[in-house]
């Protein structure tokens, strides 16, 4: 029993001991934090507030200005509000149909010209007539 209250009574002193030195060092160590961060703040400029991560964001390409030509090829992707304000049309096929492929347009500047029907360009081919064939009928034993 002598040997437990020995134990106590050293895991105590060795308590007191270490809360002792703490409860001196404590203010002293606030002190020189306090200190430290007050000289980071000085030299550092404030850091700008971070963004939430934002997941398939595509590359903004800066456009040089508004679109003033734009011309109905096979790498044309969106009709331009001027040139579906002057034609009426809305989809890049129908321009095509109505002005053929290449035609280009320009802000401020006249419609191209309309392009012919091609019936009047080619000649016109006949229609390919498909007639079914009778089945052919065998018969067993039949000479062939």
């Keep these: 029993m002598a040997a ?6 050293i895991d105590e002193a060795i308590e007191a001991a270490v809360e002792a030195a703490i409860t001196r060092a404590l203010p002293s160590l606030r002190r020189a934090i306090d200190a430290a961060v ?16 934002r997941r398939n964001v595509a590359v903004a390409v800066p456009r ?3 679109i003033t030509r734009w011309v109905a ?3 044309a992707r969106r009709v331009p509000t001027f040139v579906i304000e002057a034609t009426g049309l809305d989809t890049k096929k129908k321009i095509v ?4 492929e290449n035609a ?12 012919l ?8 081919k006949a229609e390919r007539v498909v007639k ?11 000479p062939t």
């Design 104 to 115: 280009a347009f320009a802000k401020g500047k006249p419609l191209p010209h309309v392009k």
């Design 38 to 53: 007050a000289a980071r703040a000085h030299t550092q400029a404030p850091a700008p507030p971070r963004r939430a991560a």
């Design 73 to 75: 090829d096979h790498r």
């Design 117 to 124: 029907a091609q019936a009047t360009a080619e000649p016109a």
């Design 64 to 66: 040089a200005g508004a």
């Design 132 to 142: 079914a064939k009778p089945p052919i009928v065998r018969r067993a034993g039949a």
């Design 97 to 100: 149909a109505r002005y053929g």
């Design 4 to 9: 437990r209250t020995t134990r106590r009574s």
